[in-house]
């Protein structure tokens, strides 16, 4: 409650700036999810494979989320626009599982990651078509419990950074019609600095790295297209397709064969459909089944995962002297996730995975007027 607060008051001191005829707050959004997941481990019979219910044993991973981000119009810098993004995960990992037992119950790892986005835009009249170039940066610090050794200690052991990654990206944004469709198009270029587990989309790491570190340049593909199918009385069904692409091509020596490091195309293509209840009192529910296909082009086997998600919410909205605060309690079921990695040089091809999950959360926002 003391967070929800803090951050009411920091919505109504920043948006003080929207009656000036300087730079305005545009939006702002609070975020925080508590995250419980579960896999078959417990048992001789344990593989990763079902759903066993919320057993003890089970626990795979609480997540910890929080995220605030917003917009702001910079009127004195040109009329841009700024975005920013600041995320937290808090990680516990719980009962670690080798082979078809469990050698450590109990917590073995604690883990901190924090990611960072900002960004500065503006949208420009080519013709017929409308551009957005921006000019962007991303940063992603991985934190981990560990000792002295280096090892995982999470009752023992203090905080430390275990990786790095950094994207400073360059480009536009447009939409265009393909067969009457609209895509949404971003196209980017890209340096990218990666020091010890951090990768910024490499198939690598920076520790893999003979100075466990490594830089270079690339370049961002983003294609999406969502579409309501219908969206009237009985609810909204929906469709939605994103095909990523991350060119990445790192200067550097590969510490583990001496030879330089490959460029590479990491893929990440995602295809959803969902159904969206009508809202009764503020209340809605949704389902959604979802489909995540990944490969690093040099590296061999690819990663797909399918998982079906439900979700129970409230929204109701007020207005304030400077615009309009909207809250949003939510709880999120994921009855099935099942991730596939395939890989011709291993002896077992094909492994499959299983886990469900349980979310709750809330959200607060703020739109100025």
């Not at 626009?81 to 516990?92: P, S």
């Not at 000792?147 to 265009?176: E, L, Q, R, V």
């Not at 570190?213 to 593909?221: I, K, T, V």
């Amino acid at each position: 409650m003391k967070k929800i607060l803090g951050l009411l008051a920091l919505m109504l001191a920043v948006s003080g700036v929207a009656s000036a005829d300087q730079d305005v707050l545009k939006d702002i959004k609070f975020t925080t999810e508590v995250r419980q997941s579960w896999q078959d481990k417990d048992g001789k019979d344990a593989n990763k494979i079902g759903n066993e219910g919320f057993k003890k044993d089970n626990r795979e991973r609480t997540r910890i989320r929080n995220s605030i981000s917003g917009n702001l119009a910079l009127n004195d810098e040109w009329g841009l626009n700024a975005y920013f993004d600041f995320a937290n995960n808090h990680d516990v990992l719980k009962n670690k599982f080798e082979g078809n037992s469990i050698t450590h119950k109990g917590t073995f790892s604690k883990r901190d990651n924090w990611y960072t986005t900002l960004e500065f835009s503006k949208s420009v009249k080519l013709g017929s078509l409308e551009v957005t170039p921006t000019l962007g940066w991303y940063n992603e610090t991985n934190r981990r419990k560990l000792n002295s050794a280096g090892k995982d200690d999470p009752i023992n052991g203090s905080m430390k950074t275990t990786g790095i990654a950094n994207n400073i990206y360059f480009g536009p944004s447009f939409d265009f019609k393909v067969f009457g469709k609209n895509v949404s198009t971003t196209l980017q270029a890209v340096y990218t600095d990666i020091k010890k587990g951090g990768s910024g989309d490499y198939y690598l790491s920076g520790s893999e790295f003979e100075r466990g570190r490594a830089e270079g340049w690339g370049f961002n593909a983003h294609f999406s297209h969502d579409n309501a199918i219908y969206d009237g009385a009985a609810g909204k069904f929906a469709y939605s397709i994103s095909l990523e692409h991350y060119f990445r091509d790192l200067k550097g020596k590969v510490a583990e064969t001496g030879k330089d490091a490959k460029s590479n195309v990491y893929m990440y293509y995602y295809t959803g459909l969902s159904y969206t209840t009508p809202t009764f009192k503020g209340f809605y529910g949704k389902i959604s089944l979802n489909n995540e296909w990944e490969k690093y082009t040099a590296a061999t086997g690819y990663n797909n995962t399918f998982s079906v998600m439900t979700n129970l919410g409230y929204k109701t909205s007020f207005d304030i002297p400077v615009g309009k605060v909207t809250v949003n309690p939510y709880i999120s079921y994921k009855p099935l996730e099942r991730a596939s990695e395939y890989n011709k040089h291993e002896k077992n091809k094909r492994k499959t995975t299983e886990v469900n999950e349980l979310r709750a959360g809330l959200s607060v926002s703020l739109a100025t007027k």
